[in-house]
């Protein structure tokens, strides 16, 4: 992410100290804060505060992967992933990604489908009331969407990235992100380069480097 950071334009401080965020003000020096596969109950109140108060007053949210994952039992935060929630998913496969929304900054580098290997969220409730960026081609998936609980799938709606205006702030959010070899630059991992591009993207959008969700 740091070497990202670099050739993207911006600067990445990172802490896995939940007492880092506990103060609207320590927020309040960043253009987005971004949650690296969080999860389950990540925050305490004072951090949950604090997050808050940081959406409220303009500022970027950036969620990856088992951000998904976090926080089941708030309702706000659900609401800052899309209206969404993490709920199983299959085993971990390739499968194509088709970019949907070609005028975003996060996608607009992106071919039309691309091959990659996820573990393809299954989400209850499923987003509502964003711009849908990209989602994968359930149809290319070998061994299916079902999860340890069954999940039917999204058909030809499984949503893998996203971004809305959210309660005062900006949120850019994507399902993918599984591998550390995703963020590869020998080639070896399929779809490395565009997933790249993608949070790249993402995270100079929600910052103000580049224009949001348009």
């Given amino acids: 992410m740091i070497k990202l950071g670099e050739t993207g334009g911006f600067q990445v401080d ?25 999860s389950r109950d990540a925050l305490d109140d004072a951090a949950q505060t604090s997050l808050r108060q940081y959406i409220r007053g303009g500022g970027g949210f950036v969620g990856i992967h088992n951000a998904f994952g976090t926080e089941y039992n708030w309702p706000w935060y659900e609401g800052l992933l899309g209206n969404a929630n993490f709920y199983d998913h299959g085993a971990s496969q390739p499968g194509t990604v088709q970019t949907v929304e070609r005028k975003d900054v996060s996608t607009k580098e992106l071919p039309a489908r691309w091959n990659f290997t996820d573990e393809w969220y299954n989400l209850v409730p499923a987003p509502t009331k964003v711009r849908v960026l990209a989602k994968v081609d359930e149809s290319t998936l070998a061994k299916g969407v079902t ?12 949503a893998v990235a996203w971004c809305q205006y959210y ?32 949070v790249v993207g993402g995270i100079q959008s929600v910052s103000g480097i580049k224009p949001f969700c348009k």
């Fill in 147 to 158: 999860g340890n609980y069954n999940h039917p799938g999204h058909g030809d709606n499984h």
């Fill in 14 to 38: 990172y802490t896995e100290d939940v007492t880092q965020l506990a103060s609207p003000n320590t927020l309040f020096k960043y253009n987005a804060v971004v949650f690296f596969s969080t």
């Fill in 167 to 198: 309660d005062g702030g900006k949120s850019w959010v994507t399902t993918l992100g599984h591998d550390a070899k995703e963020f590869t630059t020998d080639g070896s991992f399929a779809g490395a380069a565009e997933f790249q591009k993608l």
